[in-house]
């Protein structure tokens, strides 16, 4: 050994260090004030749609085991040898959830869309021609052809 000391950090702490002495201390952004009842509206409108997914997510965990109890006949209806009751347990539940999820991003997606319109129309209206923006109908990224 050299007898040397050696300092060792993980390279996130090297990084967080770095970043106060080269920067200055970090904050997180604001929003400005013109813009905080479109987020306010935002947040809240995607809040109750996700209690929405939520609920039909805890349907389907809680509601097939339910149903199941219900029917218990099914554990006797075999399809290539495996009992209705367990092929629905592993067959069911995660293509449903996938369902559900992309349903609440299709949601979100079109919520923010319908919250964003107002100001996507308002600012193709100030193209100073008097009528439709040329690029109206495009989305964002597609150019005139």
């Known amino acids: 050994m050299t007898g040397r000391r050696v300092a060792v950090t993980s390279p996130q702490t090297r990084l967080a260090h770095a970043r ?21 509206a935002l947040y809240r409108a995607g809040r109750s749609r996700a209690v929405a997914a939520l609920a039909a997510l805890g349907a ?6 339910f149903l199941l ?10 399809v290539a040898g495996v009992p209705v009751s367990w092929a629905a347990i592993v067959l069911v539940p995660f293509p ?17 869309r ?13 193209d100073g021609s008097g009528g439709p923006a040329a690029g109206a109908g495009k989305t964002p990224g597609e150019g005139a052809s």
């Open 20 to 40: 106060r002495r080269y920067r200055g201390p970090w904050r997180p952004t604001t929003l400005d004030p013109a813009e905080m009842p479109r987020a306010i």
């Open 60 to 65: 389907l965990v809680f509601g097939l085991p």
């Open 69 to 78: 109890w219900l029917w218990p006949a099914l554990d006797e209806v075999r």
């Open 96 to 112: 449903a959830m996938v369902a559900v999820a992309f349903w609440q991003l299709r949601r979100a997606e079109r919520t923010e």
């Open 114 to 126: 319908d919250l964003l319109a107002p100001e996507a129309t308002a600012d193709a209206d100030d």
